[in-house]
């Protein structure tokens, strides 16, 4: 059974908040900004503030530009590479056999 008492949940002093207790709001403006998807974002930004060249669309996390007709590239991402593609790029074949030639002289006791 529900009790009679209709400011149950708030607390003293809890009401509307104004511009009159607040203050003043800066003047703001909008900014669109649009990602090679062609997603539209419009942040707001304080009238004096200096606005970013990019800025990070919220639909798809691609950078977001100005102009609407050229965009900014989306980031390049790299494939993951195993430990044995990072060792190729570091030796070259005949390194590897030299490498091998010697581990196997070892284990035979030839060294």
């Not at 304080?46 to 990019?54: F, G, I, K, L, N």
Request: hydrophobic share 30%; net charge negative; charged share 25%.
């Amino acid at each position: 059974m529900a009790s009679g008492n209709a400011i149950r949940g708030s607390r003293v002093g809890a009401g509307p908040m104004g511009e009159a207790e607040r203050g003043e709001s800066a003047p703001r403006l909008r900014i669109s900004f649009w990602c090679s998807n062609g997603h539209e974002t419009q942040p707001s930004f304080a009238s004096d503030a200096q606005v970013p060249d990019t800025w990070d669309c919220p639909r798809c996390g691609f950078p977001a530009g100005q102009d609407r007709d050229n965009p900014p590239a989306p980031p390049r991402t790299e494939p993951y590479k195993t430990h044995l593609a990072y060792v190729r790029e570091r030796r070259t074949d005949a390194d590897g056999e030299a490498i091998l030639a010697e581990a196997l002289a070892k284990l035979r006791g030839e060294i």
